[in-house]
């Protein structure tokens, strides 16, 4: 088996954890600590827990074993209700999101966006593939345009008002993003 660095990303730490629940038997954290150690990988009692809460393993007296299909059902919306750190992460960070085909574009303050894509990421949206973020923008792709639409819809839910396109009216952003927008130095090109 391939040996890993010490620096291992999140996606690769998660892979690995997966791997090793599904090849065999892991008893408890120390012995997945200890088998990721084997594997060039270190890490911590608490982001173990995290990312086996993540992952949806189960705990039993047999050891840690996967979600019968593979993976946990996504999270249906409210964010409100279901996911705390993403509801203030949007209240925050989000200026403005609208759907473009099976997109949806997400505009943050300056340096923002990485910020609110983890977030993103870290809850299951019915829909959304995946995150790719920037500066100041995410690109979110959806299974569909019908999909992109409504997580459009739901993203500004809480602090816009929605017009018929799915995008956020400029009125209607939220005060702390308009600010911030206010803020931001504007660059120019010239050629």
Known sequence: MTQMTATATRPQRLQHITR???AGVVMNQRDLARQLAERGIRTTQATLSRDLA???????????????????PPIPFPVEATRPRLSMAIRRLLISAQSAGT?????????????????LD??????KIGTIAGDD??????TSTTSARALARRLISGTASVSATGTTPRSARAPAATAARKRAPRSRTTR
């Open 20 to 22: 090793l629940i599904s």
């Open 54 to 72: 993540e992952i949806g393993v189960v705990k039993s007296a047999a050891g840690y074993s996967l979600p019968a299909n593979g993976s946990h």
């Open 103 to 119: 997109l949806v574009v997400i505009h943050t303050p300056p340096g923002q966006a990485s910020a609110l894509a983890i977030e």
């Open 122 to 127: 870290r809850i299951e949206l019915t829909g």
């Open 137 to 142: 923008c995410i690109l979110v792709a959806c």
